[in-house]
């Protein structure tokens, strides 16, 4: 029948139109909660972005949105610090952290690994930042603004190559940012030959004098977290005294650029708990608002508070250096003795076991960790004034310090006991703040301390190798940049 | 259309006067059936012609010349020598009829029986060359009425057809033979169903029968050791925990592995939510020829599963309710109290760290404790029946699952109507509905203690922490800290919850002859709550970061289908032709919002989640994320055979798929495949031993691009959504942008055979197949200083040769004692050709995180020349007895105890050589036993439970193997001394042979004799008992050999990040990281229909 020919095409011909239509935009998908990345070269940013990138490197440095910053930055400073050195021991339970205390470590320790890729990735993040800032032409960025952003990336560019290359000593430098456009590119060419060390240090010296004339001056944000020109002095005064010949005038001249801006203040105590944040002795501090912000601070909970065996526990050596200073201001900040019922062959008496307590917060995460602080480039002037045979100048410097904390005078009287006497004078005061291996290092003192080291049984418990003073690059590394080359002695 | 309606006016008009019709006809047309002539001169405009369609003269082929002919000189032609005549209405409507003897209608009833003269319910009953029929009752029973010469055909699933003559008679029995060979079935393919016969690609079954009297909750698990070509991996023995299916072998590495699903047409990724108890029948599509169809994403072969279908007749009431209990295959043996004290102590000297007092105080055997009973029960209803018009088949299941580690459940309801109806004999409408909701109460497994991970904390907690604190808080371990495993069974929980609507509407329109219209639109809407809590006061003692934790992901996923086929068949002489062409949209979209909270205070610890997350001091930033991806594709199939004998098939389909960039977005993949069925030969028709032989040849191209990321080929940032001002609306990288991001595609040639001896007593088919993938995503790792983990690229290629088998043997067909036994086996080797950029050794999979290390260490590489699931690390090579160091062996010939990491070495693989099933049937009278045997040989599992409890770092409890440890210098053994960290590197000690042999089901079964069930009611019913992972005999020390730590399906971030986890799936293989095990399943259970 010729009606049912017409039912059929008819209802073919609705089911086509109602198949067809609104198909043609279907392929077109666009991400809606994340952005695309542009090619730094050709991107033309606005101010807001501007803003955000910058936000981004500040974030990923401490550690927002999972970012690797925390764990480099704040855990494994204290490890690579102070584990690594005569402060403290391992503790816990991880095997990682013990070969880096008992010097055991090689090239797939899972530490040194983690803490190459995250101080590459925040370089990295950077160097995302800073090609894109540049590009950007937005009037309602200014001048002055966009130089400002640009020295701050380029600071914390230069304070992470600054650690990597004190660890590892000659890396590659990266300055540029790769192109996310193209991972066809991106993976020929993410490889890369290490520099020598001379030539890090150019690169990483290269960033802090942009930065030094492009940040803000000294308060001119409330956060001590945003770069200011006193944390590019202090971080200069770091540099020119660590590079294998110190050059005592530039540290001199860094450290007297610093000083006068800050103060100490006057309860040690102060510093540590979480009410004195962006005080006045802080020159570039790591601020965490808790866990109700993009980061909190979790590390404290690593090493003090209820829970298990804690990670880098005070050494033997450090509670006796604290006890024979009497120093009991410092060590009452630093250290809490508690009865955990874990004891172990360094401290054998479950009742009196003690913790690092300096980051007071190891329940809201908001306890901050402080970069560099005036006491440590007063006592760095201390050294460069040490170094000029200023023995009296240098002893000034140390006794504010000490007088902070109700200690007497120094009683070094020649330039080898002076330099002794900072040595240690920096011990009690920056103990967990991830500077001691660094101090021994840079004085060419390690080996010497490391290996008269005991336990509690009076047995010696290092046997610290040159080689060992450098980490091995990461197997993980090498595998992947064929141009990479082992360090010595690994 | 009502023709009776029409006819009864007919004879109203009949009263009147006969009308002349005006007008003439000019026609020629050659060996044409008579009612084409009609609807010809129809068309021409001037006549129009009322008959029964079912009039069988109007079939009669004629050939007409006409010439302005007048309507009764050519109808006078055109009806010669055949029953019809016409009468002229008004209007030029003629109404054609036929003048013969009025035949006579009868009505016909009868038996079917099987071969065992059992009656046989749902048997198919047609009148030939008519749309007429009706299936068997419950007792066999049919009444059809037809035409007193009529002939009746008569089919069944495994029988073959029978046409019988009614030759007037008004009972009509039946006896049907089970069909000869296994080559008569019907097999579905993608967009239709072939004859088995007719096949020139490689396919694979399953039916209802497989599945049946199975504690299967999954219906991929049906797949096990049935089809040959196929391997399935429980990943674990969690309730509700994914499976890892692999059709021949694994073709991507940064991409998805599994294959693509399609249920009643509609392709998707996750089957979980469905009743195996619905499935009618699994096709398996393996290799090109059958699967590339299905084009994009059929690479990895198509699972193609039709659900069950209403027939004609009385409705059919089904009712299956099975329970069981379940247990651990097997215990491990771990230190008791004074065994760790002793081992504590040795650790931890001088210190002596475990007193007798600690060892007196508790002694609790926490596996024990920790593994207990589970038990699974499911009941199934179902009803199906229907009229000529209408089908219908509504099932309602519940399944509810009980792991035998607290407190993982899983349970299941389920309901579907699946119905068919005929508007009219041209336009048919097909539709089916699934509503599910299924609940996961989820354990933490695969984990190590330190996190949580129930398994590995059940067997290293020591015997000397208690169950509770006195205050009521979980006990832990003084001397480490972690919870006891009650810290993950009462302190933590990990629900979720997936409602899912899968429906589709679809209509049949007959065009014309021959040529079908298909139309079917299906959504698949799921909802997907995942819920945790962290109790902050049970816990306390636990150092998981917070004190307590909510979180919570409400993920909604819609995706539709828009599938528009036409298909058409004809035959000419001996040459039969079918073609099909067709357009498909689909559209898929993830929404999702995750919040989170914590430091709850523990007063508000009990109350419900909403309201203990609104007390939370914290609350973490909510955050959104959307995906959504299309794939709009034209497919094209023509398959032609010649007198059932040379068999030829092609297949082309193209695709656009939003996930690549603009002008890169199409793709096309063709296959080509023929058949030579020697059997049809007549030089075959002399001899008896071959009842059947066919070969089968083919080639073509699939392609993949499951588990590509929708905006992969975009270099994407994360902007992060804060709390605090300083760091909200930061912009940070997160992914790069292949360039060029295109399809994996795969080319594989197979060549199979299918032969069948002795009337069908034994039959065989097997195939050989070579299949190389080129352009797989290889999300190639870079060197830290770029910035990024990972670049995907299209950068690897791999190779899968593989030889699978099938033998099925009727042993026994005769008498009351029955024995068949199907047999599949399969091969295959895989192996990684080649990966960019000259990377031949990549060890950054396998993660290991031993005692919970931050940084996991690698046991797996992805390497050229290499299989996927490549184990890499040191060889072992057993303790010094001097001082009791492991030693390993350097790249020299040399033994060290701190070997460099360069002395690793490739040292196993964790793919099976071949996996196999071996299923028996026997029945005697009423009895029926099947015993499923199902293994996999000459895998290697890397054993990181065992690493863990053998490791002798921590005061972790130990694995009663570490009894044998090195104490003293001298001591020969194999376990190394305690404390030193060297002792358990990654090698060949915990790398450990995966293979087994497991008495997979063994189900006795017993039917009632109808006499005995009558009285009930009842037209059917039978009771079994069965038993699950009975035995299994491997060398394995772990849990179980069926194990796969990282093979959980991960679902795919919405911001397409899902690229890495993708990489651990698919190279990560191989590894048991504490997974939940196994369990033996003990159930019995009950089918019964209603009368």
């Given amino acids: 029948m010729k009606n049912t020919t017409l039912h059929r095409i008819a209802f073919l011909g609705a089911l086509a139109t109602l198949i067809l239509s609104g198909c043609t935009k279907l392929l077109d998908q666009k991400p809606v909660t994340q952005i695309v990345t542009p090619k730094a070269s050709d991107s033309s940013i606005s101010a807001n972005t501007a803003e955000s990138l910058i936000q981004g490197v500040y974030g990923y440095f401490k550690g927002a949105g999972y970012g690797p910053g925390i764990e480099f930055n704040v855990l494994d400073r204290i490890t690579n610090g102070d584990v690594r050195s005569d402060n403290c021991y391992a503790g816990g339970d991880n095997s990682d952290n013990a070969a880096i205390d008992l010097f055991t470590y090689n090239a797939l320790n899972g530490n040194v690994a983690r803490d190459w890729s995250d101080c590459y990735f925040v370089i990295a993040h950077a160097n995302s930042a800073i090609a894109q800032i540049a590009t950007c032409t937005d009037p309602a960025l200014s001048a002055a603004r966009k130089n400002s952003l640009l020295g701050e990336a380029r600071f914390m560019r230069a304070f992470e190559y600054f650690d990597a290359v004190r660890l590892w000593g000659k890396i590659p430098v990266v300055l540029v940012p790769i192109d996310p456009t193209n991972s066809e590119t991106l993976i020929k060419t993410s490889g890369g030959l290490p520099s020598p060390v001379d030539s890090v240090y150019a690169a990483i010296l290269n960033d802090c004098w942009f930065a030094k004339a492009a940040v803000g001056d000294v308060g001119a944000d409330p956060s001590k977290y945003i770069v200011s020109k006193g944390a590019v002095n202090a971080l200069l005064a770091k540099i020119y005294a660590t590079q294998s010949t110190p050059n005592w005038d530039s540290v001199a001249y860094y450290c007297d650029q610093v000083i006068p801006h800050y103060s100490l203040l006057a309860n040690f105590a102060d510093l540590f708990d979480i009410n004195h944040k962006n005080n006045s002795e802080s020159i570039w501090e790591i601020e965490y608002d808790g866990y109700s912000s993009s980061v909190g601070n979790w590390v404290p909970g690593n090493f003090m508070g209820a829970g298990w065996k804690k990670f880098s526990t005070p050494t033997n050596d450090l509670v006796n250096a604290f006890t024979t200073e009497g120093d009991n201001v410092r060590f009452n900040a630093s250290i809490t003795i508690v009865t955990y019922g874990w004891p172990d062959k360094y401290w054998t008496n479950p009742a009196s076991y003690p913790v690092l307590s300096k980051y007071t917060d190891d329940q809201n995460g908001k306890s901050d960790i402080y970069m560099i602080r005036l006491a440590d480039i007063l006592l760095l002037r201390a050294e460069a004034y040490n170094a000029k045979s200023d023995i009296a100048n240098a002893a000034l410097m140390v006794n504010k310090v000490r007088a902070r904390v109700s200690l007497a005078p120094t009683t070094a009287a020649n330039q080898g006991d002076m330099a002794l006497a900072i040595e240690k004078e920096r011990r009690l005061e920056l103990a967990f703040e991830g500077q001691r291996w660094y101090d021994l290092a840079r004085t060419g003192r390690a080996k010497a301390v490391m290996n008269a080291q005991k336990d509690a049984g009076g047995n010696i418990l290092y046997n610290v190798q040159d080689y060992q003073l450098l980490y091995p690059v990461p197997q993980t590394q090498l595998d992947l940049n064929p141009l990479l080359t082992q360090n010595e002695g690994y | ?1091």
């Fill in chain 2, 1 to 1091: 259309m009502k023709l009776s309606i029409l006819l009864i006016l007919f004879g109203i008009l009949q009263a009147r006067a006969d009308v002349r019709a005006q007008g003439s006809i000019t026609l020629n047309m050659q060996q044409a059936e008579i009612a084409k002539v009609l609807n010809r001169i129809e068309k021409k405009g001037e006549f129009r012609f009322l008959y029964n369609y079912d009039l069988v003269s109007l079939r009669k082929k004629v050939s007409v010349n006409f010439l302005n002919s007048d309507l009764p000189t050519a109808l006078r032609h055109l009806f010669d020598g055949t029953d019809l005549t016409y009468k002229v209405l008004n209007n030029n409507l003629i109404v054609v009829m036929s003048s013969g003897p009025e035949k006579q209608a009868i009505r016909i009833t009868g038996i079917v029986t099987g071969a065992a003269n059992e009656l046989l319910a749902g048997v198919s009953v047609r009148v030939k060359g008519t749309s007429i029929g009706t299936s068997t009752g419950n007792k066999g029973e049919y009444t059809v009425t037809a035409d007193e010469n009529a002939t009746l055909v008569f089919s069944y699933i495994g029988y073959s057809d029978k046409e019988v003559a009614v030759s007037g008679q008004n009972v009509v029995n039946v006896q049907l033979a089970p069909s000869n060979t296994k080559l008569d079935e019907v097999v579905v393919i993608g967009y239709g169903s072939q004859r088995r016969k007719d096949l020139t690609g490689a396919v694979s079954t399953v039916t209802a029968a497989d599945i049946a009297n199975r504690p299967i909750v999954d219906a991929g698990e049906a797949l096990q050791g049935k089809a040959a070509g196929v391997q399935v991996m429980s990943n674990s023995g969690k309730p509700g925990a994914g499976l890892t299916i692999r059709v021949r072998g694994s073709s991507s590495i940064s991409a998805g592995n599994d294959p693509l699903y399609v249920v009643d047409g509609i392709p998707m990724t996750d089957i979980s939510s469905f009743s195996p108890g619905d499935i009618e029948t699994i096709s398996i599509l393996k290799d090109a020829a059958s699967a590339s169809i299905y084009g994009t994403r059929a690479a990895n072969g198509v699972v193609v599963i039709t659900t069950k279908k209403g027939v004609a007749g009385k409705s059919k009431i089904n009712l299956s309710v099975y329970g069981g209990i379940s247990s651990s295959t097997k215990m491990l043996s771990v230190l008791n109290g004074k065994q760790y004290q002793d081992y504590a102590n040795e650790l931890n000297a001088p210190v002596v760290a475990v007193t007798d007092s600690m060892v007196n105080a508790n002694n609790v055997d926490w596996p024990k404790e920790v593994f207990q009973k589970g038990n699974q029960q499911n009941y199934q209803l179902s009803i199906a029946g229907g009229s000529e018009k209408t089908q219908h088949y509504i099932s309602i299941n519940y399944l509810n699952q009980k792991g035998i580690v607290k407190p993982a459940s899983f349970d299941r309801l389920t309901g579907r109507v699946n119905l068919t109806t005929k508007a009219n004999d041209w336009l048919t409408f097909i539709t089916s509905t699934v509503l599910s909701r299924s609940r996961t109460n989820g354990a933490k497994d695969n984990l190590s203690v330190a996190k949580g991970g129930v398994v590995l904390t059940a067997l290293e907690t020591p015997f000397t922490v208690p169950k509770f604190e006195p205050d009521g808080r979980l006990g832990y371990n003084a001397l480490k800290g972690w919870s006891n495993p009650l810290g993950s069974i009462l302190g933590y929980y990990s629900k979720s919850l997936n409602d899912r609507l899968l429906s589709n509407v679809g209509a049949d329109v007959k065009l014309f002859k021959g040529l079908v219209f298909q139309s079917r639109f299906g959504i698949d809407y799921q909802n997907v709550e995942a819920t945790s809590f962290t109790d902050p006061f049970l816990t306390s003692n636990v150092s998981s970061g917070n004190p307590s934790d909510h979180s919570q992901t409400k993920t909604t996923v819609l995706t539709w289908l828009s599938e528009q086929t036409l298909a058409y068949t004809a035959t000419f002489g001996r040459s039969h032709l079918s073609a099909l062409a067709g357009w498909t949209a689909q559209d898929g979209r993830t929404n999702s919002a995750t919040i989170g909270g914590s430091h709850l205070a523990n007063e508000y610890r009990l109350l419900p989640w909403d309201a203990s997350f609104a007390r939370d001091s914290i609350h973490r930033p909510g955050t959104t994320a959307i995906d959504e991806w299309a794939l709009i594709s034209y497919l094209g199939r023509i398959s032609y055979d010649f007198d059932g004998k040379y068999l030829f098939q092609a297949n082309l389909r193209s695709d656009n798929s939003s996930k690549f960039a603009p002008g890169n977005r199409t793709a096309a993949f063709p296959s080509f495949s023929a058949g030579w069925r020697i059997s049809g030969e007549d030089f075959m028709k002399s001899q008896h031993i071959v009842s059947e032989l066919k070969l089968r040849a083919g080639w073509g191209q699939n392609g993949n691009q499951e588990g590509i990321g929708s905006y992969a080929y975009l270099p994407l940032s994360d902007v992060t959504v804060s709390n605090d001002s300083s760091t909200n609306g930061a912009i940070n990288p997160s992914t790069t942008a292949p360039a060029s991001l295109t399809w994996e595609t795969s080319t594989q040639t197979n060549i199979g055979v299918d032969a069948s001896f002795l009337g069908g007593r034994i039959s065989f088919s097997g195939d050989f197949y070579i299949k190389k993938t080129k352009d797989i995503l290889y999300d190639v790792p870079l060197p830290a200083q770029s910035g990024y983990k990972s670049a995907p690229v299209n950068g690897a290629s791999m190779r899968n040769i593989g030889e699978e088998f099938l033998v099925s043997t009727r042993n026994i067909v005769k008498g009351d004692f029955r024995w068949s036994t199907d047999l599949t086996i399969s091969f295959n080797q895989n192996k990684v050709t080649g990966l960019l950029y000259g990377i031949t050794n990549s060890p950054s999979y396998g993660d290991v995180s031993l005692n919970g290390a931050g940084t996991p260490q690698h046991a797996i590489s992805l390497a050229k020349g290499y299989g996927l699931g490549e184990f890499y690390g040191y060889v072992a090579k057993g303790v010094n007895p001097e001082n009791g160091h492991e030693m390993y062996q350097t790249n020299g010939d040399t033994l060290s105890d701190n070997p460099s990491p360069t002395s690793r070495r490739f040292i196993g693989n964790a793919q099976p050589k071949f996996v196999y099933g071996v299923t028996n049937n026997v029945s005697y009278k009423n009895f029926d036993l099947t015993v499923f045997i199902q293994g996999s040989q000459g895998n290697k599992i890397y054993n990181v439970g065992r690493m863990e409890a053998e490791s002798m770092l921590n005061s972790a409890n130990q694995s009663a193997a570490v009894l044998r440890r090195w104490r003293k210098k001298g001591d020969i053994t194999d376990i190394p001394s305690v404390g030193l960290p060297n002792n358990s590197l990654i090698s060949t000690r915990f790398l450990e042979n995966g293979s087994y042999l497991r008495f997979k089901t063994i189900t006795l079964s017993y039917r009632f004799s109808p006499k005995w069930i009558d009285k009930l009611g009842l037209a059917a019913a039978s009771i079994y008992i069965s038993a699950n992972n009975l035995i299994t005999i491997t060398h394995y020390k772990g849990f179980d050999p069926e194990v796969n730590s990282t093979g959980n399906p991960i679902v795919v971030n919405p911001n397409g990040t899902a690229s890495s986890d993708n990489d651990a799936r698919n190279i990560s293989l191989g590894m048991d990281s504490g997974a939940y095990p196994q369990s033996k399943i003990f159930l019995a259970g009950l089918n019964i229909s209603l009368k």
